[in-house]
């Protein structure tokens, strides 16, 4: 079964920094391209940052800059290093996986599995 386990979220201060990781099984980490998701209050679901297989990136206007995107392949392990944090950026962060197959769909990038979300507060 597929599994992605994300961690690192909690509260942080505007202007600062949180790391947020995944840890991903069940599945060929390397051969999928990967993604952050988020969800904030009263809102629907926001694609945050996207990694290809071969490393390429792609971020959603209002993070790019401030946030970065990584795996580590060897480690089956997806990464969100955020910057410069603003209060907007309070969400619940999801790790997502890409697929052909999948039903979430956001701006035409179709995700078919999501973790259980780690809560990101941006506060003061």
């Known amino acids: 079964d597929v599994q992605l386990q994300a961690s690192g979220g909690g509260l942080g201060q505007p202007g600062g920094s949180l790391k947020l990781s995944c840890v991903a099984s069940?599945?060929?980490?390397?051969?999928?391209?990967m993604g952050w998701i988020r969800q904030a209050p009263g809102k629907g679901l926001e694609g945050v940052a996207d990694i290809m297989n071969d490393g390429r990136t792609d971020y959603v206007d209002s993070v790019r800059g401030r946030f970065t995107i990584s795996r580590d392949n060897a480690k089956n392990t997806l990464y969100l290093q955020m910057d410069n944090l603003r209060p907007e950026d309070t969400a619940v962060y999801y790790c997502?996986?890409?697929?052909?197959?999948?039903?979430?769909?956001?701006?035409?990038?179709?995700?078919?599995?999501r973790g259980q979300g780690t809560q990101v507060t941006v506060s003061s």
């Open positions: 069940g599945f060929t980490f390397k051969t999928f391209a």
């Open positions: 997502a996986k890409r697929g052909m197959r999948g039903k979430t769909v956001i701006n035409g990038r179709k995700y078919d599995y």
